[in-house]
């Protein structure tokens, strides 16, 4: 299985990445092709709405030269799409906010002059994983709505969320009820 995984948290060794890891590595163990892509260390603009995406109705592309070609590439051959960040303000971080908007102007091509063009991730999936400050349902609703509704307008399949919360930050975040729901989310993506 490919798998890629969209990082997007300020904090390399925080929360999100604690509970990324132990998923990534489950999936690894699996056999799963796993490609990393931290969106704080790349140069990502967010999308002009140009349309130049709409003219190639075959691949999954963008007029903008930065780093975002090689994701768009690697979403494209994926099965799974993971999106790992925590939540701002009931939301996705900016860098990852600017990788979904590009993703679905380049992948969706009834933007342009063809209300009926293809959606080129069409049945692949996509997973959330995320952390908060709030309780779940409070903290990450809106941002696991917001996925939800990416999914359904690129012809996705939403594949869940896995939400964590952190709210002392005298505490460590991970123990290992955290690993352990973080296991078994990877584990359900195994054939």
Known sequence: ??????????RKKGNTASLLRPFMDK???AGADIEYFDVYEKNIAGCRVCLECQKDKEH???????D?????EAAADSELIVVAAPVYLWSAPAPVKAVLDRLVYSSCKYYGDDPH??????????AV??????P?????????????????HCGMEYAGMLAERHRNLKEPFMDEGKEARAVAFAHSFID
């Open 60 to 66: 999954i592309c963008c007029a903008v030269d930065d």
């Open 68 to 72: 975002m070609g090689p994701l768009l």
């Open 117 to 126: 063009g293809p959606a080129l991730l069409r049945g692949k999936k996509l």
């Open 27 to 29: 999936l690894a163990d």
């Open 1 to 10: 299985m490919k798998v890629t995984v969209i990082f997007g948290s300020p």
């Open 136 to 152: 779940v349902e409070k903290g990450a609703d809106l941002y696991e709505e917001m996925m939800k509704r990416f999914c359904r």
């Open 129 to 134: 994983i995320t952390t908060c400050g709030y």
